[in-house]
């Protein structure tokens, strides 16, 4: 049991030689997946199932008339000239091809309608729980992997919906029943045919084993080929501009040769399979001919017999050549579930609190009544708005102790930030400013200790309460393919058009907008290309500034401004945002003077916390910043 | 290939004629001898047929794999090499859906659908063929139900390709949708839209839902009418087979035989639905992957044999001089940039971006530009290394167009720093080596001093870290600072530097501002800066506004003198 926990989620996507218990546990985990997955279409896929049975019924009745038409049908017609009998059984024939007609529509439909909805559930899952998973997790399984999950990996379970689950069904009906029917005809030639079971089994077991590795390197190589293609084109501009081209090339030729081997190899594996299934068929067929033969001419069974017999052996052995076909697509399919299922597995590290606790109402509780109950409650929906004016919280870390992986960023972290102050985290790149503002956004859990909310330990939030309480805007400022005004919104769906447009105004972004060709419904182009960086990030402000949470963490997100616009920035700070708290993250000391308080931070500790006055009139680590600093401006 | 498919074919219609042997020879006769030959040669052909399927498939498989690649490697290179602003219209996930699900339906269907294809019209000729030497007029019969069938297959198809290029373009929306989640996944967290954009997720996914049990019910119902008449067909046969029989024009095996045959002609007919299907799958698959082959790159190299001369014994591949420890470039003299009334608009954008540049950089020279967000400042400087073209006017670089130098050489000779620092998922060293790839562990070192990115040394596998999305995560001033030792190691004729300091702290800014003081000496450069603190870098400053060079000249005399770029510079403010 520990030693299958090691296995849990994505652990075992980097493993190259897969072990036989390792494989079935892969195997088990996506066959709950899948049956977890139909659960919701037991009915569909009951009809599914008696809809292949009637079809395949029909379809086996065809030769079975056939041959009961060479043996009595056709007999009285040449000897009495009687066609009853043939008209009959033509007519029963007529009766059989029409319902076969009739099912194979159904069951291809509807196992489309189910296999779709499959499809749209497991997209929805798996896409629902990329977004719940932290972004440690991110941040090692690289994008491109998550994009490959959702796009390739998904298509090939959705073709084998499209192409492959009928006929696996219906070849292993038809076995049974051809098979069955063969006993009933005639034993010791059933046996014969049956005899070849024992190849067959061997063939396809063999088979299993090697495609199923085949199809595991074929779904890494594919998630590598998808990770260097959309990092290349996510920054073409820095690829062209440092004739990045032939490396990449290079690399890509390796990426995608991994990814033709691997298919190429399993290719090989179906050329051997899918003839060798035949070759088994034919053999079989002539040991049937001679041994029908001898039977015939001995008066065992009748021509009729034999004829049906070896009808019977092409529709044995045809579908089977299918199965290899589709069986190909089932280990592709399954490979990909293997994949899905793992990532579905990974329990974010940031969860969900068990039992949620509620925040304190905001400011004073008469005037908010609302707020509290909505904070108790996660499904709230998102028609609580944060009223203007509404007042900030309180933040606090506790001990806290922080590291990525082996280092350890923050040793022991104590600060106790009043509701409504604004506070300057200054220090020199690396300190951890930026670790603090994601501990407060809750990117990541601490170590040790606890940062808490209004007295609440942020692991006891629900994330949509987080969320509309405390927003952090970062340097990186991405924007969504969308028009301007859409990804103003994001700070506030219900948002309407003239609360976006006084968020723009607010912070100097109106008039940039407004001159856009289509003003704020233009398009800001693939991660807002069409914007300059300073634009986007004027836009990704107004974001915060619609959202209007209690706390707002800034993350240098003025970095990219030029003075005036940074100017105006912090006017809308200090009035739209008054009485909120807030934690500024600046390299340039004119945004800290907004401040009621500096922080000077360094590797991870604390060194100097105060107003900006007082430490200005010390000769600390603040005021030989702020010398230096004006010393740059003269 | 196309031969063993023939053969192989050929003797599995082979063997229902022995069937006839044996009902009519062996057993009619009695003869028991003729058996073991008649099952010796059904087995053997059976072998035959396996064999050539084998070697057919391997042949095939290998092909196909390689066929794969081979566009796919040429797609890759050709996106690369794409002007810019096709990479900004084109949504991404349209662009990777191309790369992969495209891809993969032309190669299932150069697959299987080609030679199923030709399998079953083969079998098809074949097989009717024999039954008309059968029986001529029952033979001519079966082969009159593929007219019904052909009829019914180009209509099919017709619809069948509306959907499937329905289902690929929503595939490829469905795409970007997802990409774009995944790149900004920490913006989604940071404002709790993870609902927001689950829900537009889910719309889109609905939409491909919808259209592919579309699909899914057109499939099948023309499954199953091609069910139906191969059935339909081989009842008639069995009932006129009959009549046949009774008027002695066809014997009992021969019947037999005939319907065995026939039956043969039920996979053909039914592949046929798969064949067309995956065959018009890939069609539209092709075009969508043509549509992007058919762009031609907007940015051409250029091939000015002056150029050439110029440079010397350089050539194509060598940019003038490298090493960080170096003084000027060789020569001395290089690195004339001269923006000769350049405008510049985007293309769908109405208004021009920049409207008439008219600036001259001597070699050596600094320019710092400044100007308000959204100036232009970026787009001027991209269409240095020409990642843009200039939409009026001209760049010269030491008196030649920019646009007939050949476009690796001119890269090669602009080293940049952009805004947002993009590394490459590489070590640190490699990262670094961009510009000048055989520069030696000193000039490294040198350049990452210089840079103060000396970080990167305390990383856990020093230089051989690795780095980017796929390495590890570097915070913005680290990665900002790598970008830029990566700039200043190349030692580039001309050094573009977008706001290279805009993610350092007051220290390490002062001291990247002093190492590029001795850096700049010696180069042309271009450099963008928001700060006053810059400006000591500069030579000369030159304000962007409205699209033109307003003024330019030391900063201390722009200061007093335009009150534009005092208010940008907001010194007195700030002093207060
Ligand atoms: N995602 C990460 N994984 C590993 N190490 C990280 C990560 N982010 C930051 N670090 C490291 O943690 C330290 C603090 O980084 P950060 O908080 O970003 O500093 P600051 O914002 O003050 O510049 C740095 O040494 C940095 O290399
Ligand atoms: N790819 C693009 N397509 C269309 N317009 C763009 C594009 N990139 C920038 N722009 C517009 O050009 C103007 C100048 O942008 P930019 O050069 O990035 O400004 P900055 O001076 O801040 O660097 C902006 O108004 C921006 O909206
Ligand atoms: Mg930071
Ligand atoms: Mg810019």
Redesign the interface.
């Known amino acids: 049991m520990t030693a299958d926990a090691a296995w849990r989620g994505i652990a075992t996507e980097q493993v190259d030689e897969v072990t036989t218990g390792l494989a079935a546990l892969l195997r088990r985990r996506s066959r709950l997946l899948l049956a977890d997955l139909l659960r919701p279409h037991r009915r569909g896929v009951a009809w599914i199932a008696a809809a292949i049975v009637v079809s395949s019924l029909a379809a086996l009745a065809?030769?079975w008339l056939?041959g009961v038409?060479?043996d009595n049908?056709?007999p009285p017609?040449?000897h009495s000239?009687d066609p009853a009998p043939?008209?009959r059984?033509?007519a029963v024939?007529?009766a059989a091809?029409?319902v076969?007609?009739?099912t194979?529509?159904?069951?291809?439909?509807m196992?489309?309608?189910v296999?779709?909805?499959v499809?749209?559930e497991l997209?929805?899952r798996l896409?629902?729980h990329?977004?719940?998973l932290p972004?440690a997790f991110?941040?090692s399984y690289?994008?491109?992997r998550?994009?490959s999950r959702?796009?390739?990996d998904i298509?090939a379970i959705?073709a084998l919906f499209?192409?492959g689950l009928d006929s696996l069904i219906s070849a292993a009906l038809t076995l049974l029943l051809v098979g069955t029917g063969m006993l009933l005809l005639d034993w010791p030639l059933a046996l014969v045919v049956l005899g070849g079971f024992v190849p067959l089994t061997w063939l396809t077991g063999w088979f299993r084993r090697e495609s199923v590795v085949a199809y595991r390197r074929i779904r890494e190589a594919?998630a590598l080929?998808?990770?260097?293609?959309?990092?290349?084109?996510?920054?073409?501009?820095?690829?062209?501009?440092?004739?990045?081209?032939r490396r990449?090339?290079a690399i890509?030729?390796g990426l995608?040769?991994d990814?033709?081997?691997a298919?190429?190899r399993a290719?090989?594996l179906?050329?051997?399979y899918?003839?060798?299934i035949?070759?088994v068929?034919?053999?079989i067929?002539?040991?049937v001919?001679?041994?029908g033969?001898?039977r015939?001419?001995d008066g065992d069974i009748r021509?009729g017999v034999?004829?049906t017999f070896?009808?019977y052996l092409?529709r044995f052995f045809?579908p089977l050549q299918d199965v290899a076909?589709f069986y190909n697509a089932f280990q592709g399919a399954g490979s990909a579930l293997e994949k899905i299922s793992g990532v579905l597995e990974e329990e974010p590290s940031v969860p969900e609190p068990a039992a949620p606790a509620a925040l304190p109402s905001r400011g004073s509780a008469a005037a908010e009544p609302s707020r509290g109950s909505a904070a108790a409650e996660p499904s709230g929906g998102?028609g609580v708005v944060p009223r203007p004016g509404a007042s900030g919280r309180q933040v606090r870390f506790e001990s806290v102790r922080f590291g990525?992986r082996e280092t350890t960023v923050l040793p022991d972290l104590d600060l106790d930030i009043p509701a409504g102050q604004t506070v300057a985290l200054?220090?020199?790149?690396?300190a951890g400013k930026?670790t603090i503002a994601r501990l407060m956004?809750r990117?990541y859990d601490p170590g040790e200790g606890r940062v808490l909310l209004d007295g609440v330990d942020l692991r006891d939030v629900p994330?949509?309460v987080?969320?509309?309480e405390v927003?952090?805007?970062?340097?990186?400022s991405?924007l969504?393919?969308g028009s301007v005004a859409a990804n103003i919104r994001?700070?506030r769906?219900g948002a309407s058009g003239d609360e976006v447009i006084a968020a723009a105004t607010a912070i100097g972004a109106h008039d940039?907008i407004t001159?856009l060709?289509s003003g704020y419904e233009t398009g800001v182009?693939?991660?807002g290309?069409?914007?300059?960086?300073?634009?986007r990030q004027?836009i990704?402000f107004a974001?915060a500034f619609i959202?209007a949470p209690s706390v707002l963490v800034l993350d240098?997100a003025t970095?990219?401004?030029?003075?005036?616009?940074e100017?105006l920035v912090q006017a809308a700070l200090r009035t739209v945002l008054a009485g909120r708290t807030a934690v500024i993250i600046a390299?340039?000391?004119?945004t800290v003077a907004i401040a009621d308080r500096v922080l000077v931070l360094r590797n991870g500790r604390i060194i100097e916390d105060g107003p900006p006055d007082r430490l200005l009139g010390g000769d600390g680590e603040y005021a030989a910043?702020h010398t230096?600093?004006?010393a740059?401006?003269a | 290939m196309i031969a063993a498919a023939v053969a192989a074919t050929a003797a599995e219609i082979a063997?229902?004629l022995?069937?006839k042997s044996?009902?009519d020879g062996?057993?009619a006769h009695?003869d028991?001898a003729l058996?073991?030959p008649?099952?010796?040669?059904?087995?053997g052909?059976?072998?035959a047929?396996?064999?050539l399927?084998?070697v057919r498939?391997?042949v095939?498989?290998?092909a196909?794999?390689?066929m794969?690649?081979t566009i796919?490697?040429d797609l890759?290179?050709h996106?690369?090499?794409l002007h810019?602003s096709f990479?900004?219209?084109?949504?991404?996930?349209q662009?990777?859906?191309r790369?992969?699900?495209d891809l993969?339906s032309i190669?299932r269907f150069a697959?299987?659908g080609i030679v199923f294809l030709l399998i079953s019209v083969l079998t098809f000729v074949a097989v009717t063929g024999l039954l008309i030497r059968l029986n001529w007029w029952l033979g001519l019969i079966t082969g009159c139900m593929f007219v019904p069938v052909l009829m019914f297959c180009t209509r099919f198809e017709r619809r069948y390709k509306v959907l499937s290029r329905r289902v690929q373009d929503q595939?490829g929306d469905?795409?970007?949708l997802?990409?774009?989640?995944?790149?900004?996944?920490?913006?989604?967290?940071?404002?709790?839209?993870?609902?927001?954009?689950?829900a537009q997720?889910?719309a889109q996914?609905?939409e491909?839902?919808k259209t592919?049990?579309a699909?899914?019910?057109l499939?099948?119902?023309f499954?199953?009418?091609l069910?139906?008449i191969p059935?339909?067909a081989?009842?008639l046969i069995?009932?006129l087979g009959?009549?046949a029989?009774?008027h002695h024009a066809l014997t009992?095996?021969g019947?037999?035989a005939f319907?065995?045959l026939a039956?043969?002609l039920v996979?053909p007919i039914e592949a046929l639905g798969?064949i067309i299907a995956s065959g018009e799958e890939a069609a539209t698959a092709a075009q969508r992957v043509l549509e992007i082959f058919d762009t031609e790159p907007e940015i051409k190299s250029g091939h000015t044999e002056r150029a050439l001369a110029k440079r010397g014994p350089g050539g194509w591949d060598l940019p003038p001089g490298r090493g960080v420890t170096g003084g000027s470039s060789p020569g001395g003299k290089q690195g004339r940039l001269w923006f000769d009334h350049v405008s510049f608009s985007?293309p769908?954008?109405?208004?021009p971006v920049l409207r008439d540049i008219d600036l001259q950089l001597e070699p050596g020279e600094t320019v710092v530009l400044a100007?308000?967000?959204?100036a232009?400042?970026?787009?001027l400087l991209?269409l240095v290394?020409r990642?843009a073209d200039v939409t009026g006017g001209a760049i010269l670089l030491d008196g030649t167009d920019i646009r007939d130098l050949p476009l690796?050489w001119l890269?090669?000779a602009?080293g940049?720093a952009?805004?947002?620092a993009?590394l490459?998922?590489a070590s640190v060293r490699e990262n670094v080596l961009?510009?000048a790839p055989d520069a030696s562990d000193d000039e490294i070192e040198a350049a990452l001093t210089a840079a103060q990115a000396r970080?990167a040394f305390r990383l856990p596998w020093g230089l051989d870290t690795r780095i980017?999305?796929?390495g590890m995560?570097l915070?913005?001033?680290?990665r900002q600072?790598v970008a830029l030792a990566?700039a200043i190691l190349a030692r580039p004729a001309v050094l573009i530097l977008d706001?290279p300091l805009?993610?350092?702290?007051?220290?390490?800014?002062?001291k990247v501002?002093r190492a590029l003081g001795t850096i700049l000496a010696g180069t042309t450069a271009l450099v963008v800066a928001?700060?006053?603190?810059t400006m000591?870098l500069a030579d000369r400053v030159a304000l962007l506004d409205g699209g033109v060079i307003a003024a330019t000249g030391d900063h201390r005399e722009l200061l007093a003198t335009q009150p534009g770029y005092a208010?940008?510079?907001?010194?007195e403010?700030?002093?207060a």
């Open positions: 065809g030769p056939v038409a060479i049908g056709i017609l040449i000239g043939l008209l059984i033509a024939f007529a091809v029409g076969q007609a009739v194979t529509r159904m069951f291809v439909t196992t489309g309608r296999g779709q909805s499809v749209l997209r929805r896409f629902r990329c977004l719940r972004v991110h941040e690289t994008s491109g998550v994009i959702q796009t390739s298509e959705s499209e192409e594919n080929v998808i990770v260097h293609f959309v990092e290349t084109f996510g920054g073409i501009r820095a690829v062209q501009a440092f004739r990045r081209e990449n090339d890509f030729d995608s040769g990814y033709a081997d298919s190429r290719s090989q179906i050329a051997v899918a003839p060798g035949s070759l068929g034919n053999v067929t002539g040991v001919l001679f041994y033969g001898l015939v001419i021509v034999l004829a070896l009808l092409q045809d076909q998102s990525y200054v220090g020199e790149t690396g930026t956004a990117f994330d949509r987080l969320r509309r927003v952090m805007i970062t340097q990186e991405f969504f393919g994001l700070g769906p940039f001159a060709p182009g693939k991660r290309g069409r914007l300059s960086a300073g634009q004027l990704s974001r959202a240098e970095a990219l401004l030029d003075i005036p616009s100017r390299h340039r000391l004119s910043l230096s600093w004006a740059s401006l | 063997i229902p022995l069937t044996v009902i062996a057993i009695h028991r058996l073991i008649l099952g010796l040669a059904a087995i052909l059976g072998a047929t396996a064999a399927n084998l498939r391997w095939q498989g290998n196909v794999a390689n794969e690649k796919r490697d890759y290179g996106l690369q090499r810019a990479h900004d219209d084109w949504q991404s996930g662009l990777l859906s790369a992969t699900t993969s190669r697959g299987f595939e469905l795409a970007t997802i990409e774009e989640a995944a790149t900004g996944v920490r913006v989604l967290k940071a404002l709790g839209r993870g609902r927001e954009s689950a997720h889910d996914a609905v491909v839902c592919q049990v699909k899914a019910s499939l099948g119902s499954w199953s009418v069910d139906l059935n339909a081989i009842g069995v009932v009959a009549i029989v009774t009992l095996g019947l037999v319907i065995t039956l043969q996979w798969y985007y769908k954008s109405h208004q100007g308000a967000t959204g232009g400042k970026t787009t991209q290394p990642l690796p890269r090669a602009v940049c952009f805004e947002e993009t490459f998922s961009f510009g970080f980017g999305e796929q995560a915070s913005g001033g680290q600072r990566r706001d805009s993610a350092l702290d007051v220290h390490t800014e002062e501002t928001h700060r006053p603190s000591a208010a940008l510079m907001m010194m403010e700030v002093s």
